[in-house]
Structure formats: structure tokens, C-alpha cells
T-cell receptor, first 111, second 113 residues
């Protein structure tokens, strides 16, 4: 099974609302990353949070990491139609070199 | 900006053909990756390479091979394409450690008939 699993699978909101997506994982990690993918395109890196960090911000993005619960959340504030995309978390496990991607959350922001 | 390019956006091949997917990155990154992406299955790692001529199997290497003769180029080879290899193929690269930020190409949508 996947190391990182996003929740919910799909999310639909109105423009201006906040969107929250969650990622849970099973084993200890070095870092956790969030990526965005527009339909039919490659992934774009959004933010990386290390295991010793609890919160990071980048523009309208806020990421939290709770290693005791093995979970992370991505908050997009004041959403825009252009935020419509799929969002993936990727976890770099402590005992493995590579990162593992989850299945993604599909976000739809209605104008 | 890092640029990762893939040789084709769309590709249609017949069962049994040998297929080459090429990926090039222009930022002198050490590591390169090939993933396939299928609905409901997320991104699955096929192979990755941490140095020239070095390669490691990912989660689903069966039916694929790779080649990295130059640092900037990583090729994915389907020796004998099958219909179950119809998918979106994504290439990525990262600097430094394999677990660092990855930069993705636009993807190649391969259809095997």
C-alpha cells in the first residue's frame, strides 16, 4: 500500500473559500513534500517540510506536519479558480532513499 | 529555472514494438526518475538513477529497462510494448539526494494498441 495517502480524494469549493487536504503516512520520514498537477501535465513542487519542522508557509499555502500522528495538512487560503488541480503528498522515508507519492486529492474551485 | 523535457507528449505504438521514452534535464541534477501514472493508482516509480550508468529498480520495474549514458539524459525502454503499459509516463530529476525536491517534465501519454 502507499506510504502517503491523501484525504479527501476529491474536494469542491467556491472561489474565495479555504481548501484543506490531508496526508497520512505509515513509517518515519525525513521530509514530506506537496506537489500540484494541472490536468494532463507534470507535477510542480509546492513546498517541502522536514521532519523537525511543524509548520511552513508559502504565499497562500500553509503546511503542517504532526510526526506523532504521522500526518500533514495543506491549507490553501482564499482559493482561486486557477487552484483547480490535483495535489499530491510525497514522503521520503527515513530508511529509504526515495520519496513515495500518494494517490492525490482532486481540488475543484468553482468561480 | 530547472527544465525537464520529454521527447513526446503523445505516442501511439503497437503491441510488441520496442519503445523509447527520452528525458533530458538542463540543471546538472544527479538523480533522475521515471514514473507511470494511472487513474486510481497515483504515481508509481519504475526506475531511478543517482549517477551516470547507475540505476535502481523502483516499485514496478517489470517490463521496463532504463539507460543513463550521460548525466542529463535518462531513457525508459519498453522492450516489447503491451496494452497494459498504456499510461502517462512522467520523468523527474532532483539535485543532491534522491529524496530532495523533484522537478517534473510535462509527461508522455503512451497508448499501446
Amino acid at each position: 500500500s502507499q506510504q502517503g495517502e491523501e484525504d479527501p480524494q476529491a474536494l469542491s469549493i467556491q472561489e474565495g473559500e479555504n481548501a484543506t487536504m490531508n496526508c497520512s503516512y505509515k513509517t518515519s520520514i525525513n521530509n514530506l513534500q506537496w506537489y500540484r498537477q494541472n490536468s494532463g501535465r507534470g507535477l510542480v513542487h509546492l513546498i517541502l517540510i522536514r521532519s523537525n519542522e511543524r509548520e511552513k508557509h508559502s504565499g497562500r499555502l500553509r503546511v503542517t506536519l504532526d510526526t506523532s500522528k504521522k500526518s500533514s495538512s495543506l491549507l490553501i487560503t482564499a482559493s482561486r479558480a486557477a487552484d483547480t488541480a490535483s495535489y499530491f503528498c510525497a514522503t521520503a522515508q527515513t530508511n529509504a532513499g526515495k520519496s513515495t507519492f500518494g494517490d492525490g486529492t482532486t481540488l475543484t474551485v468553482k468561480p | 529555472d530547472v527544465k525537464v523535457t520529454q521527447s513526446s507528449r503523445y505516442l501511439v505504438k503497437r503491441t510488441g514494438e520496442k519503445v523509447f521514452l527520452e528525458c533530458v534535464q538542463d540543471m546538472d541534477h544527479e538523480n533522475m526518475f521515471w514514473y507511470r501514472q494511472d487513474p486510481g493508482l497515483g504515481l508509481r516509480l519504475i526506475y531511478f538513477s543517482y549517477d551516470v550508468k547507475m540505476k535502481e529498480k523502483g516499485d514496478i520495474p517489470e517490463g521496463y529497462s532504463v539507460s543513463r549514458e550521460k548525466k542529463e539524459r535518462f531513457s525508459l525502454i519498453l522492450e516489447s510494448a503491451s496494452t497494459n503499459q498504456t499510461s502517462m509516463y512522467l520523468c523527474a530529476s532532483s539535485l543532491g539526494q534522491v529524496k530532495d525536491t523533484q522537478y517534473f517534465g510535462p509527461g508522455t501519454r503512451l497508448t499501446v494498441l
